[in-house]
């Protein structure tokens, strides 16, 4: 997770989140998710509205994709007992979240 940086014109900032699961979730067709969480304090940051570009890594090009952008309704830290994939998470939800078109990665 990046530190955010803030466009002058508006309160909202944007964070970059690196999504390591993210071939895995598509693979087993749990796209699109709305809820992703991180260890990252950075996320603590988050508010209302701020802006999310989710990125991955394709590790057959050696390349990194983005993957999805996302507007956070709801960031916070997760229960104890739901902390699988991090302490922190954030929320987003359907009309705002726009997922780039990526082909599968090959095995």
């Not at 690196?18 to 709305?34: A, F």
């Not at 990194?64 to 952008?69: E, L, S, T």
């Amino acid at each position: 997770m990046q530190a955010p940086t803030q466009d002058a014109a508006s309160d909202h900032r944007a964070f970059i989140y690196y999504w390591r699961r993210y071939w895995r979730v598509n693979d087993e067709r749990r796209l699109p998710l709305y809820n992703l969480s991180q260890n990252s304090r950075t996320m603590t940051r988050m508010h209302d509205q701020d802006i999310v570009w989710a990125f991955t890594r394709r590790k057959h090009a050696g390349a990194y994709v983005f993957v999805a952008r996302f507007v956070v309704l709801r960031a916070g830290e997760n229960d104890e007992a739901d902390r699988s994939f991090g302490r922190w998470f954030f929320t987003s939800e359907e009309p705002s979240t726009r997922e780039a078109q990526c082909p599968r990665q090959p095995p």
